[in-house]
C-alpha cells in the first residue's frame, strides 16, 4: 500500500513540473492509454490536451500549478487520489495585464497496469478564485453581468479565458454542489471496479 501511495504522489508530482516546463513527451505519460484529460477548458483524450497545451506554451501562455498535500484511497489496482492545487496564470483582461488564481484540488482517477500507476482520468475541482491587477493602479473595466453568471469556485479563471478566445465549459465541480457529488460517487464507483463514470 505504501509503495502503490509514493507511486501515485510521484505522477501527482511529475504532472504539475511537466506541465508548466513544457516537457510534453514526459507530461503524456501520466496518463495509460486511453486517459483523459478534464479542464475548465477542455474535455476529451490525454493526448489533445498535452497537444493544445504545447501549442498554447509555443505562443507564450504560461499557466503555473502549485501542489499541497495528497490523499489517496486504494482498492486493489485502483485508486483515486485528491491533491491541492494552486493554478495561476497572467494574462490581459481589457488591456490590463492581471493575474488569476484559483484554488481547489485535483480529483484523479489512478489505475496500475503491468505494475505501474498512471492517470485514467483527472478532474479539477474549483473550490475559489480571485483577480488582481499586477499594476494596482489599473482595474480592468470587467463585465459584471457575464462574470456573476460563471460558477462561483473559478468565475474570474473563466472569465479571463473567455476574454483571451478559449471555449469555456461551466458544467464544472466546485466545493459543494450536485455537480461534485457526481464525482464523488463516480469515484466510488472506480473503486469499487466499475466503469469510469464521469463525463
Known sequence: MTDARAAITEVVDNWVIWRDAGLWDELLCAWHEGGRMHTSWFRGPAPEFVERCRTAFDTGVTVHHTLGGTWTKLHGTRAIAQSKVTISQRVMIHNVLCDVVGIGRFYDFFEARDGNWRLVSRQPIYEKDRLDSVD????????????????????????????????????????????????????????????????
Open 136 to 199: 494596482g493602479r489599473q482595474y480592468p473595466d470587467m463585465d459584471h453581468e457575464l462574470l456573476a453568471a460563471y460558477p462561483a469556485g473559478c468565475r474570474h479563471m473563466l472569465y479571463a479565458q473567455k476574454c483571451n478566445g478559449v471555449p469555456v465549459l461551466t458544467d464544472l465541480p466546485e466545493l459543494r454542489g450536485p455537480i461534485v457529488e457526481k464525482l464523488y460517487s463516480a469515484g466510488h464507483t472506480w473503486l469499487e471496479n466499475g466503469p469510469l463514470a464521469f463525463h
